[in-house]
């Protein structure tokens, strides 16, 4: 086995996480025989640092892929990876989706949960525009006006993506709708 090969017997695929090949590695975090990684980041100690190949051999993870920051230096994935974890809950979870939907509309749009909710509510659960439901998993866009931030309603990403090609121009979309009718 070279230095850079998978630690996994009859596998010579290139290590890319504590020494393993990303498909074994993955094989075996889903089955818990890998630990978790310690929690102090001055564990994380990188060496033979290629930023341009963004690769690098870890203390702790072995031969890994690095994410390449500007201001403090590189850092090994699996710590990047579980920092974020760490900050934002488990990934994936419905918690975490939930808090960050709510950081968006408050940010974005202004506005909390409920309010979309009650907007959504006011709509029947429909696009504003078209009246269709939206497709299962999915919700309808916040649309509202770029130059003053007014919320507008609720529409279909087919709806909303339409008004955003036509940059939210009253006389383009007509000569659209006169072009239809012709």
Do not use: W
């Not at 488990?90 to 009650?118: C, D, H, M, N, V």
């Not at 709509?123 to 525009?129: A, F, S, V, Y």
């Not at 339409?162 to 006169?178: K, P, Y």
């Amino acid at each position: 086995m070279s230095e850079g090969s998978c630690s996994e017997p009859n596998c010579g695929a290139p290590a890319k996480v504590r020494g393993f090949c990303s498909s074994y590695y993955g094989r075996k975090y889903r089955r818990g025989e890998i630990e978790l990684l310690p929690k102090d980041p001055s564990h994380h100690r990188l060496t033979s640092v290629d930023r341009e190949a963004k690769t690098a051999i870890c203390s702790v993870c072995g031969p890994t892929r690095i994410r390449v920051r500007t201001v403090r230096g590189c850092q090994c994935i699996s710590l990047h990876r579980a920092e974020a974890a760490k900050r934002t809950g488990r990934k994936g979870s419905p918690l975490s989706r939930e808090q960050s939907r709510e950081y968006r509309l408050k940010a974005k749009f202004g506005i909390t949960i409920e309010e979309y909710e009650r907007m959504l509510a006011m709509q029947d659960g429909r696009c504003r525009i078209c009246g269709t439901l939206p497709a299962e998993k999915r919700r309808l866009a916040v649309d509202h006006d770029h130059a003053t931030g007014e919320i507008r309603g609720l529409l279909c990403s087919h709806c909303n993506t339409a008004l955003g090609f036509m940059g939210d121009d009253v006389t383009r979309l007509s000569a659209a709708i006169g072009y239809l009718k012709a």
